[in-house]
């Protein structure tokens, strides 16, 4: 039983380059978190999402950044016109959508932007 | 007020210490409650549920407080690879909302 999926475990993108960043939720798993984590810091919540629709993005930035998941296949983080601050670990983690149980993380995507 | 917030520390205790984190959160209607545990440059993963009677495993003990809403963790007889970072979690609904997280380091 395959945990959360995360890839590319690492990514270089030059500036204004765009990054995609893919996560395979667990089987049976249909709400997935993204969160991005610049070096030294906490997580930091960006999206929320289950199949096909966007539940809270309350955390994402307005601009360049977006997020989906469709019906078939991963959940999918998409940076535009990538910038050096957006370097850092970017994580992603999937649920039952049943609060009372745990939330299982991937082991992330390092972005690095040069 | 931040759904769920933490002391973002860092806890620096030697070896042996007893170390408590502290959590609150905003939502009176969450239901479940967790710590996770996240090492340098690593996922975070579940360390225990916490129940509302209160539950220790080994070393850690998990309170919970519904009437003040908050949620502690306590490690007794630090050892030096107790060091990460600890994450409070609620659980509302269909919901998973993570704190950011309180890092220790505990010192020879």
């Known amino acids: 039983n395959a945990g959360v999926m995360q890839n590319p475990r690492h990514l270089v993108r030059r500036r204004g380059q765009e990054a995609r960043l893919r996560c395979s939720p667990m089987?049976?798993?249909?709400?997935v978190y993204w969160y991005r984590q610049l070096p030294e810091e906490g997580l930091k919540f960006m999206v929320y999402l289950q199949k096909e629709n966007i539940i809270d993005e309350s955390g994402m930035p307005k601009e360049r950044f977006s997020a989906e998941f469709p019906k078939e296949g991963p959940s999918i983080l998409r940076i535009q016109q990538v910038v050096r601050g957006d370097s850092a670990a970017y994580f992603c983690a999937s649920s039952d959508g049943q609060g009372a149980t745990e939330a299982f993380f991937g082991q992330g995507t390092r972005l690095t932007v040069v | 007020r931040k759904e769920v917030e933490q002391d973002p520390g860092p806890f620096n205790v030697p070896e042996g210490a007893t170390v408590a984190f502290n959590c609150t959160y905003s939502n009176s209607a969450s239901q479940s409650f967790f710590w996770y545990r996240q090492d340098c440059r690593k996922e975070p993963k579940l360390l225990m549920s916490?129940?509302?009677s209160g539950n220790e495993d080994g070393r850690f003990t998990a309170q919970l407080n519904r009437a003040s809403q908050y949620i502690s963790l306590l490690i007794r007889d630090s050892k030096l690879s107790d060091s990460a970072t600890y994450l409070c979690?609620?659980?509302?609904?269909?919901?998973?909302?993570f704190g950011a997280g309180t890092r220790l380091f505990v010192k020879a």
């Open positions: 916490v129940y509302s």
């Open positions: 089987k049976g798993h249909s709400h």
């Open positions: 979690v609620v659980g509302e609904g269909f919901k998973t909302i």
